[in-house]
Protein backbone atom coordinates (compact mmCIF):
# COMPACT_ATOMS: atom_id res chain seq x y z
CA UNK A 1 0.00 0.00 0.00
CA UNK A 2 1.03 3.59 -0.79
CA UNK A 3 0.45 5.69 1.75
CA UNK A 4 1.72 8.90 0.20
CA UNK A 5 -1.58 8.46 -2.13
CA UNK A 6 -4.33 10.76 -1.65
CA UNK A 7 -7.92 9.38 -1.35
CA UNK A 8 -9.05 5.42 -0.22
CA UNK A 9 -8.20 1.88 -0.96
CA UNK A 10 -10.24 -1.14 -2.07
CA UNK A 11 -9.90 -4.02 -3.41
CA UNK A 12 -7.17 -6.52 -4.42
CA UNK A 13 -4.44 -4.55 -2.30
CA UNK A 14 -6.20 -5.13 1.22
CA UNK A 15 -7.12 -8.74 0.82
CA UNK A 16 -3.84 -9.55 2.40
CA UNK A 17 -3.66 -7.55 4.85
CA UNK A 18 -7.67 -8.01 5.86
CA UNK A 19 -7.43 -11.78 5.91
CA UNK A 20 -4.31 -11.25 8.40
CA UNK A 21 -6.62 -8.97 10.62
CA UNK A 22 -9.16 -10.93 10.40
CA UNK A 23 -7.36 -14.19 11.51
CA UNK A 24 -5.91 -12.24 14.72
CA UNK A 25 -9.52 -11.10 15.75
CA UNK A 26 -10.84 -14.37 14.99
CA UNK A 27 -7.90 -16.38 17.14
CA UNK A 28 -8.34 -13.53 20.13
CA UNK A 29 -12.69 -13.57 19.66
CA UNK A 30 -12.67 -17.26 19.83
CA UNK A 31 -16.20 -17.68 17.93
CA UNK A 32 -17.46 -15.38 20.62
CA UNK A 33 -18.21 -12.11 17.67
CA UNK A 34 -19.33 -13.37 14.53
CA UNK A 35 -17.20 -11.56 11.74
CA UNK A 36 -17.61 -10.40 8.33
CA UNK A 37 -14.60 -10.95 5.81
CA UNK A 38 -13.88 -7.76 3.64
CA UNK A 39 -11.28 -6.32 1.38
CA UNK A 40 -10.31 -8.00 -2.19
CA UNK A 41 -13.04 -10.37 -2.69
CA UNK A 42 -13.90 -11.18 -5.67
CA UNK A 43 -14.07 -14.78 -6.14
CA UNK A 44 -15.13 -18.19 -4.55
CA UNK A 45 -11.72 -18.76 -3.49
CA UNK A 46 -11.03 -15.12 -1.86
CA UNK A 47 -14.52 -15.62 -0.04
CA UNK A 48 -13.59 -19.04 1.15
CA UNK A 49 -10.27 -17.48 2.49
CA UNK A 50 -11.66 -14.96 4.85
CA UNK A 51 -14.22 -17.52 5.71
CA UNK A 52 -11.40 -20.46 7.14
CA UNK A 53 -9.25 -17.27 8.33
CA UNK A 54 -12.52 -16.48 10.57
CA UNK A 55 -15.67 -14.81 8.96
CA UNK A 56 -19.02 -16.26 9.14
CA UNK A 57 -20.14 -13.62 6.42
CA UNK A 58 -18.04 -11.96 3.75
CA UNK A 59 -18.63 -8.72 1.91
CA UNK A 60 -18.48 -7.78 -2.02
CA UNK A 61 -18.05 -3.97 -2.75
CA UNK A 62 -15.45 -3.31 -5.27
CA UNK A 63 -15.88 -6.30 -6.64
CA UNK A 64 -19.31 -5.84 -7.48
CA UNK A 65 -18.71 -2.64 -9.96
CA UNK A 66 -16.64 -4.54 -12.25
CA UNK A 67 -18.72 -8.36 -12.09
CA UNK A 68 -21.86 -6.90 -11.86
CA UNK A 69 -24.89 -8.46 -9.27
CA UNK A 70 -24.06 -11.69 -10.81
CA UNK A 71 -21.25 -12.04 -8.94
CA UNK A 72 -22.88 -12.92 -5.52
CA UNK A 73 -24.79 -15.76 -7.05
CA UNK A 74 -20.82 -16.93 -9.15
CA UNK A 75 -19.34 -16.81 -5.69
CA UNK A 76 -22.49 -18.88 -3.92
CA UNK A 77 -22.06 -21.61 -5.88
CA UNK A 78 -18.10 -21.48 -6.24
CA UNK A 79 -18.33 -21.63 -2.12
CA UNK A 80 -20.35 -24.88 -2.17
CA UNK A 81 -18.37 -26.83 -4.55
CA UNK A 82 -15.00 -25.83 -2.34
CA UNK A 83 -16.72 -26.67 0.80
CA UNK A 84 -17.94 -29.65 -0.86
CA UNK A 85 -14.49 -30.64 -1.49
CA UNK A 86 -13.30 -30.34 1.74
CA UNK A 87 -16.14 -32.40 3.15
CA UNK A 88 -18.07 -29.45 4.72
CA UNK A 89 -21.62 -29.07 4.28
CA UNK A 90 -21.97 -25.67 5.13
CA UNK A 91 -20.25 -22.67 5.77
CA UNK A 92 -20.28 -22.71 9.31
CA UNK A 93 -18.20 -25.64 9.71
CA UNK A 94 -15.22 -24.14 8.02
CA UNK A 95 -15.27 -20.75 9.39
CA UNK A 96 -11.97 -20.30 11.12
CA UNK A 97 -9.99 -23.36 10.55
CA UNK A 98 -6.95 -21.72 9.50
CA UNK A 99 -7.21 -19.06 11.24
CA UNK A 100 -3.89 -20.33 13.23
CA UNK A 101 -1.68 -20.16 10.04
CA UNK A 102 -1.83 -15.78 9.71
CA UNK A 103 0.11 -15.69 13.32
Known amino acids: MDST ?11 ENS ?5 LLAQQLDGRVPLVGVGGI ?3 AQAYSKIKAGASAVQL ?22 LAL ?6 AQAVGIE ?3 YQ
Open 5 to 15: QTGGLSGAPLF
Open 19 to 23: TRVLA
Open 42 to 44: SSA
Open 61 to 82: YTAMVYGGIGLAAEIARGLDHL
Open 86 to 91: DGFNNV
Open 99 to 101: KDL
